[in-house]
């Protein structure tokens, strides 16, 4: 297997490795904010939604308040789903080396929420 460098690549290589790259750091990016939003909604389930939402069967529904056009009324099981999803992004890929890695790719502004 051979070894190349950037430098020794031709202009259509670069322009190929530079486009994928583009992509990956603004992906990287993206993720460290939906991390970051991930960790506010935890917050606020615990800190005030988890003492109300815990008296609900896990049928019943809660409607849809959000203003996002198609979203509809989950049951309270849904929302418990939801919050685990958000919750296994953070535990698998909101470490320190991760975060670290995204804000490498990305630039630290660009991983921030806000």
Do not use: C
Request: net charge negative; glycine share 8%.
């Amino acid at each position: 297997m051979s070894t190349a460098t950037y430098d020794a690549l031709d202009p259509a290589a670069k322009a190929i490795v530079d486009a994928y790259t583009t992509q990956l750091r603004a992906h990287a990016g993206m993720s460290a904010r939906v991390i970051n939003d991930g960790e506010t909604i935890e917050d606020y389930y615990w800190g005030a939604a988890n003492s109300i939402l815990a008296s609900f069967g896990p049928t019943d529904e809660v409607p849809n308040a959000s203003g996002l056009a198609g979203a509809m009324n989950l049951t309270k099981t849904e929302l418990d789903n939801l919050l685990s999803y958000v919750q296994g992004i953070k535990t698998n890929y909101g470490t320190d080396a991760h975060q670290q890695l995204r804000a490498k790719a990305a630039g630290l502004q660009n991983t921030l929420t806000g």
